[in-house]
T-cell receptor, first 117, second 117 residues
């Protein structure tokens, strides 16, 4: 079945540091890949997505590239801010039996990021 | 943006009683809603897919008679935990797909903390 493995945290960085959170996946077919972010006390929000190989998703300074050859979708940001402190989830959208996305999401365990001033 | 609400945000109930959790899409219509369960420091696990006007589709290992799902309208899905036991204590999260988009993005509610004593 589908699975997502992401770097375990917690990750603690100083402001303006470079961030990488690793994510690899196992899936059949052609999954779409996502990063979701959960700020304290809030629901999950879509941060970025990529729907096919070599696509790069980007938003708010975060980037991730869909690498089919390495089955990876690592999240990066060049200079983190205190406001980026949150839990980050890597996820994939599965492939239905009859073809096409079934829109079901499989999540990684989440990585807690804390950015200190 | 698309907003999903959940009610209640926290609930404490006694073992053997039933608890209903509501999930509402506030400013969009959703034919499909998803119910997840999240254990401490673990990922979100999909419990079931709720389709408006039809029976929910449960994931393997989820007891459909224990977790009753009703999706009576395009903006409301409910999850009822019947005859709750302490092991049902968890964080329950719903999400909804927006009909107007390509469907890949799911909008998440803030979650409901259930404690069974």
């Amino acid at each position: 079945g589908n699975s997502v493995t992401q770097m375990e945290g917690p990750v603690t960085l100083s402001e303006e540091a470079f961030l990488t959170i690793n994510c690899t996946y196992t899936a059949t077919g052609y999954p779409s890949l996502f990063w979701y972010v959960q700020y304290p006390g809030e629901g999950l929000q879509l941060l970025l997505k990529a729907t096919k190989a070599d696509d790069k998703g980007s938003n708010k300074g975060f980037e991730a590239t869909y690498r089919k050859e390495t089955t990876s979708f690592h999240l990066e940001k060049g200079s983190v801010q205190v406001s980026d402190s949150a839990v980050y989830f890597c996820a994939l959208s599965g492939w239905g039996h009859s073809g096409g996305s079934n829109y079901k999401l499989t999540f990684g365990k989440g990585t807690l990021l804390t950015v200190n001033p | 943006g698309a907003v999903v609400s959940q009610h209640p945000s926290r609930v404490i109930c006694k073992s053997g009683t039933s608890v209903k959790i509501e999930c509402r899409s506030l400013d969009f219509q959703a034919t499909t809603m998803f119910w997840y369960r999240q254990f401490p420091k673990q990922s979100l696990m999909l419990m079931a897919t709720s389709n408006e006007g039809s029976k929910a589709t449960y994931e393997q290992g989820v007891e459909k008679d224990k977790f009753l799902i009703n999706h009576a309208s395009l903006t409301l899905s409910t999850l009822t935990v019947t005859s709750a036991h302490p092991e049902d204590s968890s964080f329950y999260i719903c999400s909804a797909r927006d009909l107007r988009t390509d469907g890949y993005e799911q909008y998440f509610g803030p979650g409901t903390r259930l404690t069974v004593t």
